[in-house]
C-alpha cells in the first residue's frame, strides 16, 4: 500500500515537473478566439506578455503551470477592444476642463460652467462637449451671458464634435481679435455686424491657439487619467487621430519609463514640422507605440454645419458647408505622403468631402493596393461614389455611435434621399469586406459597447426607433465584434499582433460579464468589464 502512495506522489511530481510554466492561465471560459474561422475555445495560457496556447480547459492546464490561474467561471473573453478612431490625449485633456455635455440648454451651460470656476479660478476657463442640437433652442448661442459673467477671464467652449467653438470678449481681446475675418474653410458667426462669440472649423484655431499648452506633470496627468478609464472600458489599444511630434515624444518618453502602457497608434497632424519629423525619422514601431500615419482634415461636421455637401444642407438652403482648404493642398499632400510610403487617414463628413477625397486618393493610388488610406468617418458618401473605396482598397474607418447621436436630426440636415447614403456600414463593408470601429471618443462616450451596440441594435438606450435606424446598414454581431478587434488591428498594419487571441499574439483581452455577442439588446447596454489585461498584465479589475 505504501508503494502504491510513493507511486502516486512520485508521478503528481512528474507530471507537476512536466508541465510548461506560464505566467496566466484563464480557463472556464468562452472564449471567442475572433481567428478566421472565428472559433470559440474555453483556455488559454501567457507568458511573457503573448499567448502560448489556446484550447479546451482540461488541455491548458494539463499542459501549463501558471502563476496566476483565473477561473472565468463560464464568462465570456474577447480579444482587448481596439477604438479606431478616438483622441486619447483629447480625452485626457477633456477630464480636466469644464464638462458640458448632455446639457440641455445654453442657461445649463452657464450653470454648470459657474460651478466648475468656483474650484478652478485661475488661467483660462475652458469647457468641452455642449451640443445646441440637445437644446429645446437649436440655435447657436451669443456670448453677451458668457462675457457678463466672466468678464476679466477668457472663457473658451469647445462643441462637441470639436469643429465649433463659443469665446467670450475677454478670450477675443488676449486673442487680438476685433472683427469677423473671412476665412478659408471656416467662419466667424456675426449678427447685425458682431460677432457672437461663435466659431466654425478654421475659425476655432484663431483663439484656441492662444490658450497656454499644459506642462510636462500636467500632460502626464492627461494621459495617465485618460489610460485609467480606457483600461476600465476594456480598451487595450487606442488610435490617437492627429498629434504633434512633440505629443509623440512625450508619450513616447512616458511609455519606457513604464508610466504609459497603453497601447497607442497615433497620426500626426497634418503640419509641416510633422511631415520634417517623421520623414526623417522614419516609421515608429514599439509594442506599444505605432506612428506611421498622418491625419488630415477635408471638412468640418455635420451637427455645426460645417460638413462639405454636394447640395445644399435640407434645413439651411443658403449653406452647403465647406472645404477646409483648396483642393490643391489635398492633392500636394497626398502625394507627398505616397511618396515616403507612409498612410494617409482624411476625416471626410459631407459627401462632397468623400468624393474629393476619394477621387485624390484613386488618383494616386492607381487600383487594389496594400496602403490601407483611411477616409475616416465616412459619414455622408453619395450613391454614386461607394465603389470608389474598393476600387483603391481605401479602409472607411467609422464610429457607430455617430449615427445613433445624430440620427434625431441628421434627415433635417441631409434630407430623405440623401439620408441613405449617410452612416451605412454595411454598404461601406462591402467594399473591402472589413471595416474598422471607433467612437471618436470624447465626442462620443469612451465605452466601447456603446459602439457594439449602435453597429448591430441602432436605437438609443430607450429602444428609440423602434426596429433601427436603417437596419439595413447595421452590421452583425460577428461583424461589429471584428471591427473592434482583428479589424481594426488590420487599420494599423497590427492584425498579425492583436486582434485576436491565438498562439504567437499578444496577450490583450478583456473579460465581460455578459456575452454581447448572444445578448439581448437591452442587456447589452447593462454589460460590465470585469477585467482588462494588457500584455498578460492584469490592469484593471472592477471592484
Known sequence: MKLFLYA????AILSSCSKQKADVIIYNAKV??????????????VKDGKILAVGTSDEIRKKFEGNEEVDADGKAVYPGFIDAHAHFYGYGQSLQTADLRETKSWEEVLQRLTDFAKTHP???LIGNGWDQNDWA???????????????????FLNRIDGHAAIANQKAFDDAGIKNAQQLTGGDMITQNGKLTGVLIDNAVSLVESKIPGPDAKLAEKILIDAQKNCFAAGLTTIDDCGLPFQAVDFIEKLQKENKLKMRLYVMLSDAPQNYDYLFKRGAIK??????????????GALGSRGACLLKPYTDMPEKSGFLLSDQKPFEEVAAKIAAHNFQMCTHAIGDS????????????LKGK????????????????????????????????????????WAGERLGAERLKGAYAYKQLLKQNGWIPLGTDFPVENINPLLTFYAATVREDAKGFPKGGFQMENALTPEEALKGMTIWAAKANFEENEKGSLEKGKLADFVILDNDILKSSPQNILKTKVLKTYLNGEKVYEAK
Open 8 to 11: 502516486l506522489c512520485f508521478a
Open 32 to 45: 471567442y478566439t475572433v481567428n478566421s474561422s472565428f472559433d470559440t475555445a474555453e483556455a488559454f495560457a
Open 122 to 124: 485661475d488661467g483660462w
Open 137 to 155: 433652442n437649436k440655435s447657436f448661442p451669443t456670448n453677451e451671458k458668457l462675457t457678463s459673467l466672466f468678464p476679466n477671464r477668457p472663457v
Open 286 to 299: 514599439t509594442d506599444r507605440l505605432n506612428v506611421r500615419s498622418f491625419k488630415v482634415y477635408a471638412d
Open 353 to 364: 468631402a468623400n468624393r474629393v477625397m476619394l477621387k485624390i486618393y484613386n488618383k494616386i
Open 369 to 408: 493596393n496594400d496602403k490601407r488610406w483611411r477616409i475616416e468617418h465616412s459619414q455622408v458618401v453619395n450613391a454614386n461614389d461607394f465603389d470608389l473605396f474598393g476600387k483603391t482598397s481605401i479602409v472607411p474607418s467609422v464610429q457607430p455611435t455617430h449615427a445613433t447621436s445624430d440620427m434625431y
